[in-house]
């Protein structure tokens, strides 16, 4: 056995009275840097449930549920710590700034996912012809008030804003997906594929 090295017991005896490079966490806490990715949070004020941050997800860490129940639709959001790479793509594309944001968190440790998992949910607007998804409902006042003055142009907007005066729809909401869609729905909450018929028949083209 080669006895050891001058240097090398230098530093052993060095060592012994000399702090240590690493951390005392957790039995102490730790104070993260400025522009640390830790792990991503929803934010009820800024979301609008506009599912830009999953869909720019490289890992597919946010999953989007959506329930389409007529009584009570609903989009539930839910980040799920596992698959994510805090790659801060989500904050990057939210598109109010403040729905989703990297927090200072690392220690991310759980038995089950579920202990983990962070989740939103918004109330979702139905087509009041064919029952599909228009949008979540923050989302379009989100927009709505985005375009001020501008909104009045979008039949969409006008009978949200019939309904926040308390004026009822002009046209009955509708939810028969088979149901031949008639020229004065324009007026109602349409999907886009809706729209487009509704503007065809307004317009009497054919194919």
Known sequence: MKKPKIRELREAVRSLFSKPYTTRFPMEEIIVPEGFRGKPQFYEEG?????????????????????????????????????????????????TGQG????????????????????????????SHCGGIVGAKKHILWVMKRLGSLSFSQAD???????????????????????????????????????RAVYIEDEKIHF
């Open 47 to 95: 979301c609008v449930g506009c599912t830009a941050c999953a869909q720019v997800c490289p890992s597919k860490a946010i999953e989007v549920e959506e329930n389409l129940d007529p009584a009570n639709p609903t989009r539930r959001l839910t980040h799920i710590p596992a698959y994510c790479i805090n790659c801060q793509e989500c904050e990057r594309n939210c598109i």
């Open 100 to 127: 989703i944001k990297l927090t200072k968190q690392f220690d991310v440790s759980y038995f089950s996912e579920n202990e983990v998992n962070h989740s939103i949910e918004h109330q979702i607007i139905l087509c």
């Open 157 to 195: 907007y006008i009978e949200h804003i019939q309904k926040s005066l308390d004026i009822p729809a002009i046209i009955p909401v509708k939810h028969e997906k088979h149901e031949k869609i008639e020229r004065d729905e324009i007026f109602n909450i349409t999907c886009p594929k809706c729209r």
